[in-house]
């Protein structure tokens, strides 16, 4: 398998990787997200460590895809390349944020059993806080960083013709979309998991998981592709028989 097909593939497979984990730790932190009474309440802190792995997981695979993409992308536009590793690199840590409030708040859960009952109010507006730094990390991570790295990503792709246009079109799409969705949930126009919110997300989804299904079955476009080689020179095509 050739440098570039290689890198092809470990990047498809880590997009997919991202939105199956990010999917799976959504749904299985709902207990602390949706009951805010949880912080005094029996808990289901099995299921939320689980969500906390798997959004360890989407940290790893956000960092993996800037990496990996890095050596392709850098010959099309080394500023933009290295913007779009840092931007998935801030990405990671915004998304590892969220997962320290979610675990701090299982902490506070596990102690509550022996405070006192005045304190039930103070864990409860505690309790409350940390989830909304969840929220608003996954607000800042998966939504604004998200959007501007898809446009960073769909520009390059697009510019050098890596993928084909449809694809990389999507993704300039998306990621506008889903940047101009997050002002509006910002601003209180609706919230983020709501039919509007979810309605601005498709694109974005749509995009990833097309790109992804694209490198992973047939890698990146031929005409688009610069073949590397350790001295940086071009290939010299051996002569005729």
Same mark, same amino acid.
């Given at each position: ?81 290295? %913007? ?19 675990? !701090? ?6 102690? !509550? ?27 800042? %991570? ?7 790295? !898809? ?22 799409? %998306? ?5 101009? !969705? ?29 790109l ?16 590397e ?7 010299v ?5």
């Amino acid at each position: 398998m050739v440098p570039t097909r290689r890198t092809a593939v470990v990047a498809g497979v880590l997009f997919l990787v991202t939105e199956v984990a990010a999917m799976g730790g959504l749904a299985l932190y709902g207990p602390v997200l949706h009951d805010a009474g949880y912080v005094v309440g029996p808990g289901a802190d099995t299921r939320v460590f689980l969500g906390a792995l798997c959004e360890i997981v989407l940290a790893a695979a956000v960092v993996g895809t800037g990496v990996v993409l890095f050596p392709v992308l850098k010959k099309q536009n080394e500023g933009a390349a290295l %913007g779009y590793v840092c931007a998935r690199l801030l990405e990671a840590a915004v998304i590892i944020v969220g997962i320290v409030s979610v675990l !701090s708040v299982v902490t506070l859960r596990r102690g !509550s059993d022996a405070a006192a009952a005045g304190d039930t109010a103070s864990l409860l507006t505690a309790g409350r806080t940390l989830v909304a730094v969840h929220d608003w990390t996954f607000l800042m %991570g998966p939504n604004v960083i998200l959007g501007a790295n !898809s446009l960073v990503l769909a520009w390059l792709m697009y510019r050098a013709g890596l993928v084909p246009r449809f694809i990389a079109v999507l993704g300039l799409a %998306g990621g506008a979309l889903i940047c101009a !969705s997050a002002t509006g949930v910002m601003f209180g126009l609706y919230e983020q998991l709501s039919v509007a919110g979810s309605v601005a997300a498709v694109p974005v989804f749509a995009w990833e998981v097309g790109l992804a299904v694209r490198l992973i079955t047939k890698g990146f476009e031929p005409a688009g592709v610069l073949d590397e080689f350790s001295d940086g020179r071009s290939p010299v095509t051996p002569a005729a028989g």
